[in-house]
Nanobody, 124 residues
Framework: VQLQASGGGLVQAGGSLRLSCAAS????????MGWFRQAPGKEREFVAA???????YYSNSGKGRFIISKDNAKNMVYLEMNDLMPEDTAVYYC???????????????????WGQGTLVTVSS
């Protein structure tokens, strides 16, 4: 599975962005998809995941502000981010794997395939 993330940019606090991730190499309906982020000087952290057998998962910081969605026909996964805060500034990565257990969905090493990342900068 090859992943290509896009949609990052500079936005003011309180604004919104929608990140996109294009997937190729496997029927899109047959993979689990997730988003992670890594802020400067910090470890990579889980943001959201959408499992093909059902189940949507969010980080505590993203819950209520972020929405993950998927378009199987276009082989795309999206992360809509609302009410952005400066602490959301990070490089955002999309991730995929054939099967990810809900018990480990928040762990980066549970995901096999990664995109190159897209930078989101939120100014105060």
């Amino acid at each position: 599975v090859q992943l290509q993330a896009s949609g990052g940019g500079l936005v003011q606090a309180g604004g919104s962005l929608r990140l996109s991730c294009a997937a190729s190499g496997r029927p899109f309906g047959g993979v689990d998809m997730g988003w992670f982020r890594q802020a400067p000087g910090k470890e990579r952290e889980f943001v959201a995941a959408l499992l093909r057998r059902g189940g949507t998962y969010y980080s505590n910081s993203g819950k209520g502000r972020f929405i993950i969605s998927k378009d199987n026909a276009k082989n795309m996964v999206y992360l809509e981010m609302n009410d952005l805060m400066p602490e959301d500034t990070a490089v955002y990565y999309c991730a995929a794997d054939l099967v990810v257990s809900p018990h480990v969905v928040r762990i980066g090493n549970s995901w096999r395939y990664w995109g190159q990342g897209t930078l989101v900068t939120v100014s105060s």
